[in-house]
């Protein structure tokens, strides 16, 4: 039996559930629920920050336990040039990720969200929807015809902006398309409508950044 442990938000976690979700992978859903627990744990973790996964042994980084799943599990390409893709897709994901979690931390977040989603976002966007569109390929899946980690990892990002900016990510049709898609997987949907997922994106200085749908 596999353990994640993590805090209650989706954040660092969220696109490596997906993954266990989606492999059907008998795993326990470990989540630190105050401040006094994540200090008695934190000596215990190797780098002092979670995620970590337990699944033949310890592993802790986000990127290293989803890419030791991809391997595990066959969702890290078909070949040399499928794997470079899945390693080139995920980091620009990762790094729109970064770039979105910064406006939440700003100091004036109306403002810093403002700016983002008239700038930013929809560069970052553009760019990310011409990869996925590449070469007039089908969009269901951003590396090979099989899909990848790198389709969990977006769909995270994806659901996170359809969450708090929905008209930006609206004018992005293949984007779009892929986070309906991706949702309407059998063992996906059984997840978004299980009512397990954490309600909060993640800590904001001002507190819990809930889902506004939820
Ligand atoms: N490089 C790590 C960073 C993980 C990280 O920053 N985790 C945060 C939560 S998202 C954490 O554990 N914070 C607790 C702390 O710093 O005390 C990864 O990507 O897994």
Redesign the pocket.
Known sequence: MAQLT??D?R???ESIRLMLEDLQVDYVDSRIQSHAE?LAF?PL?P??????LEHEGRI??????RRYLARAFDLYGADERERTECDVAASAIEHAIWQAWEVYRAVEPMTAADTFASGTLPETLGYLERWLARGGRATDHWVGSRGSFVDHLAFAYLDELHAFFPRVLAGFSALDRFLAEFAERPRIAAYLASGRRPRAF??TPRGLLIDPRC
């Open positions: 993590y805090f938000i954040g660092k976690a994540w934190r973790t780098f002092g920050v979670l995620p970590i802790a980084e986000a990127s290293a336990i993640g800590f």
